[in-house]
């Protein structure tokens, strides 16, 4: 009796979908976590715009008292630089991609979209405030996060 050892195809197509049902869940959790740092890398960048605007005012060559002032905030290398930052992990909602800015002489806001769209957009502004917003929620005029409030 000559009897070979190995494997069937039926054997091997089992564990082929068996491997392949395991990576679809895998997958799925990965790019999750990965939006989900995403997110955390906006919204730390977005925070930092706070301590860098501040900066900015407050030097006498640069702001002056100003946003504005010198060739304005948004032409400042660490501001820019953090809204590059900000726009590498934006899943971007616009053709461009970008987040919001505003800038006037008194106060500013930066808007951006997150991966999870439960927890976003979100809105940094002069006045401290960040958080969760409605899209479109930088106000060009005032330069501010508008926040509806719930009735």
Do not use: R
Request: contains cysteine; charged residues 15%; negative net charge.
């Amino acid at each position: 009796m000559n009897k070979q050892k190995g494997f069937t195809i039926i054997e091997l197509i089992v564990v082929i979908a068996i491997i392949a049902v395991l990576a679809a869940i895998v997958l799925v959790n990965v790019t999750q976590y990965i939006a989900k740092g995403k997110d955390s890398s906006i919204k730390g960048n977005m925070s930092s715009m706070a301590t860098i605007s501040a900066a900015f005012y407050d030097d006498s060559t640069k702001g002056a008292g100003s946003f504005l002032g010198g060739t304005g905030l948004e032409a400042d290398p660490t501001f820019a630089a953090g809204v590059l930052a900000i726009n590498t992990a934006n899943p971007g909602t616009s053709p461009t991609g970008d987040a919001a800015v505003e800038v006037t002489a008194s106060a500013w806001c930066i808007e951006s979209a997150l991966n999870t769209t439960a927890d976003g957009p979100w809105c940094v502004d002069s006045s401290g405030f960040k958080g969760k917003v409605t899209a479109g929620a930088c106000d060009a005029t005032n330069a501010n996060c508008v926040v509806e409030v719930a009735p």
